[in-house]
């Protein structure tokens, strides 16, 4: 019972008065142990399992006991949606404030908060800024913690999340993920409990539809053909099911394209009372954007479909989602960075392409986390009586593979991916600009505590480290002299324009040609 619970008075009222009165066996698992002892804790749970209660019950104990809290997640977008969720705790005392924007920036104005949501790349740049609050933090929240494992933010989370803990080290860290192989080897790199669990508020069903039905493990649901497009049928018989659609693409433009493609279907089945309120949604958009883009999706939204991806400006996003919530629009077609913790479950999840283009190797299958992601968020807690992902099959060899090597499937392990120069050149300069290592041992002795060398050997590293050192010292970012006390001791230091580049977040290489275009031209 959230009346139970070690924190105030006032915060269980609100939590009363929004309808949580009791907590998710998961939720539960956390207090116990130790979520409100300041204990850190990996959440690795399904999609609305209410990972959010739980950084929001460490937040404001921390808070009411002088402290100050940093919620970390990987797009701007889920930002925003965090931020004006903890901005409804504005009435108890508690600030909040977002930063995701220039990575130039200290942002020294953001430390007056008691919340501050940013991206991993704003954290970063944060500390690399040398922002004077940083050290103030008390409670640290990663949400999205799996994204370890994604080679273009995973090394700045990583790193991002080991400096937090060298600066900060009675801070408790909060991990929120979903269900990954090896939860238990994030947990202990972290130092902190496992709550591992795949209790769901609303049942989830996976299925591959292959000719006229829905083939779920032991049962099949008849679809009826009313288009050649399998997806457009899927969408048709959720909306005349009284449930809603999301629909995830490869692209932005696959995403628009299949949009106005179902849009058409669907205006035929919505009542005259929903146009109306549509077209009142559509407006508001034309309203605040007048691109080609704003005018297909206003377009698409007047027959009760919309689009959603990275493309579209803020306005535009809450529109669509705002419109979406209230049962309005009835179909999102989507890029997958919807399913990176955005708020928006529905009756069913159609993922209507499996495969992503590699700019080495082609198309190719996404992984099983990221297909648990999507079809995670299938269901709406307490609206829906369950939630359906749907898989697409064309042939009978394909549907087999579907169903093994995705609805049967488990998601893969997490596994680091800091152990290149490219990644690492970057990180090993802003770690000697900021001080938080000042000779090679304390360099490696600082990524000897990431999540690389706790999953490999932190001598692998050790090489990767000199090359990216021999390389900012051969191109003046970094100077290696001799300690004055210590004469047999080397002292690193970042020099004026390697701390330029760190602060600037330019990546190294690029900060090296840059200076070697200038002294050509000069």
């Given at each position: 019972m959230?009346?139970?619970?070690d924190i105030?008075e006032?915060i269980?009222?609100?939590?009363e008065?929004s309808?949580?009165?009791?907590l998710y066996?998961?939720?539960?698992e956390?207090i116990?142990m130790g979520?409100?002892?300041k204990?850190?804790l990996l959440?690795?749970i399904?999609t609305?399992s209410?990972?959010?209660?739980?950084?929001e019950l460490a937040?404001?104990?921390?808070?009411?006991?002088?402290?100050?809290?940093?919620?970390?997640?990987?797009?701007?977008?889920?930002?925003?949606e965090?931020?004006e969720?903890?901005r409804e705790?504005?009435p108890f005392g508690i600030?909040v404030?977002?930063?995701?924007?220039?990575?130039?920036?200290?942002?020294?104005w953001?430390?007056?908060?008691?919340i501050?949501?940013?991206t991993?790349?704003?954290?970063?740049?944060l500390?690399r800024?040398g922002?004077?609050w940083?050290?103030e933090?008390?409670t640290?929240v990663?949400?999205e913690?799996h994204?370890?494992?994604s080679?273009?933010r995973?090394?700045?989370?990583e790193?991002?999340?080991?400096k937090l803990?060298r600066?900060n080290p009675?801070?408790q860290v909060?991990?929120?993920?979903?269900?990954?192989g090896?939860?238990?080897?994030m947990?202990?790199?972290?130092?902190?409990?496992?709550?591992?669990?795949?209790?769901?508020?609303t049942?989830?069903?996976e299925g591959?539809?292959f000719g006229?039905?829905?083939?779920f493990?032991g049962s099949q649901k008849?679809i009826?053909?009313?288009?050649?497009d399998?997806?457009?049928?899927l969408?048709?018989?959720?909306?005349?099911?009284?449930?809603q659609c999301?629909?995830?693409?490869?692209?932005?433009?696959?995403?628009?394209g299949?949009?106005k493609?179902?849009?058409s279907k669907?205006?035929?089945?919505?009542?005259n009372?929903a146009?109306i309120k549509l077209?009142?949604i559509?407006e508001?958009?034309?309203?605040t954007?007048e691109?080609d883009?704003?005018i297909?999706?206003a377009?698409?939204?007047?027959?009760?479909?919309a689009?959603?991806?990275?493309?579209?400006?803020s306005?535009?996003r809450k529109l669509?989602?705002?419109?979406f919530?209230?049962?309005?629009i009835?179909?999102i077609?989507?890029t997958p960075?919807?399913?990176?913790?955005?708020?928006?479950?529905?009756?069913?999840v159609?993922?209507?392409?499996?495969?992503?283009?590699d700019?080495?190797f082609g198309?190719?299958p996404i992984?099983?986390l990221?297909?648990?992601?999507?079809?995670?968020m299938?269901?709406?807690?307490h609206?829906?009586?369950y939630g359906?992902s749907?898989?697409i099959?064309?042939t009978?060899?394909?549907f087999?593979q579907?169903?093994?090597n995705y609805v049967e499937?488990?998601?893969?392990d997490?596994?680091?991916?800091?152990g290149?120069?490219?990644?690492?050149?970057?990180?090993?300069?802003?770690t000697?600009v900021?001080g938080?290592?000042s000779t090679?041992?304390e360099?490696?002795d600082?990524?000897?505590?990431?999540f690389f060398a706790?999953?490999?050997?932190a001598w692998?590293?050790?090489?990767v480290?000199n090359?990216?050192?021999?390389?900012?010292?051969?191109n003046?970012m970094?100077?290696?002299?001799?300690d004055i006390?210590?004469v047999?001791?080397?002292?690193?230091?970042?020099?004026?324009?390697?701390g330029?580049?760190s602060?600037?977040?330019?990546d190294?290489l690029s900060?090296?040609n840059?200076?070697?275009g200038?002294?050509?031209?000069?």
């Amino acid at each position: 019972m959230i009346r139970e619970l070690d924190i105030p008075e006032d915060i269980i009222g609100f939590y009363e008065d929004s309808g949580i009165k009791e907590l998710y066996p998961p939720q539960a698992e956390a207090i116990e142990m130790g979520l409100l002892e300041k204990k850190n804790l990996l959440a690795a749970i399904p999609t609305a399992s209410g990972k959010t209660l739980l950084a929001e019950l460490a937040m404001i104990k921390s808070i009411r006991e002088g402290g100050k809290a940093l919620y970390i997640v990987p797009l701007r977008a889920l930002a925003s949606e965090k931020f004006e969720r903890f901005r409804e705790l504005a009435p108890f005392g508690i600030k909040v404030g977002i930063s995701t924007g220039d990575l130039d920036s200290r942002a020294d104005w953001l430390g007056v908060n008691d919340i501050i949501v940013a991206t991993s790349e704003k954290t970063d740049s944060l500390l690399r800024n040398g922002t004077s609050w940083m050290d103030e933090i008390t409670t640290v929240v990663v949400d999205e913690v799996h994204l370890l494992d994604s080679k273009n933010r995973g090394p700045t989370l990583e790193v991002t999340i080991t400096k937090l803990m060298r600066l900060n080290p009675d801070a408790q860290v909060l991990a929120l993920s979903a269900t990954v192989g090896n939860a238990r080897e994030m947990a202990d790199w972290l130092g902190a409990g496992l709550v591992l669990s795949q209790w769901r508020p609303t049942d989830l069903h996976e299925g591959v539809l292959f000719g006229e039905a829905i083939n779920f493990p032991g049962s099949q649901k008849k679809i009826d053909r009313l288009d050649k497009d399998d997806a457009v049928n899927l969408v048709l018989d959720t909306i005349r099911s009284e449930g809603q659609c999301l629909v995830f693409e490869s692209s932005r433009r696959n995403c628009a394209g299949f949009a106005k493609t179902a849009s058409s279907k669907v205006a035929k089945i919505l009542d005259n009372d929903a146009k109306i309120k549509l077209a009142g949604i559509a407006e508001e958009v034309e309203s605040t954007g007048e691109t080609d883009t704003a005018i297909v999706l206003a377009n698409c939204i007047r027959k009760g479909v919309a689009f959603h991806h990275a493309g579209l400006n803020s306005n535009h996003r809450k529109l669509v989602e705002n419109g979406f919530r209230q049962n309005l629009i009835k179909l999102i077609s989507s890029t997958p960075t919807l399913a990176a913790g955005l708020n928006l479950p529905a009756r069913r999840v159609i993922i209507r392409s499996y495969r992503r283009f590699d700019s080495n190797f082609g198309m190719q299958p996404i992984p099983v986390l990221e297909y648990k992601q999507m079809a995670g968020m299938a269901g709406r807690p307490h609206l829906d009586p369950y939630g359906e992902s749907v898989l697409i099959a064309k042939t009978y060899d394909e549907f087999a593979q579907l169903m093994e090597n995705y609805v049967e499937a488990d998601a893969e392990d997490i596994w680091s991916k800091l152990g290149t120069e490219n990644a690492l050149r970057t990180h090993v300069l802003s770690t000697i600009v900021n001080g938080f290592a000042s000779t090679r041992h304390e360099l490696f002795d600082f990524f000897g505590a990431t999540f690389f060398a706790y999953q490999q050997d932190a001598w692998m590293l050790e090489e990767v480290i000199n090359d990216c050192l021999e390389f900012l010292i051969d191109n003046v970012m970094v100077s290696e002299t001799e300690d004055i006390e210590d004469v047999s001791k080397l002292i690193l230091r970042g020099t004026r324009l390697g701390g330029l580049i760190s602060m600037l977040y330019i990546d190294p290489l690029s900060g090296a040609n840059i200076v070697d275009g200038l002294k050509k031209c000069g």
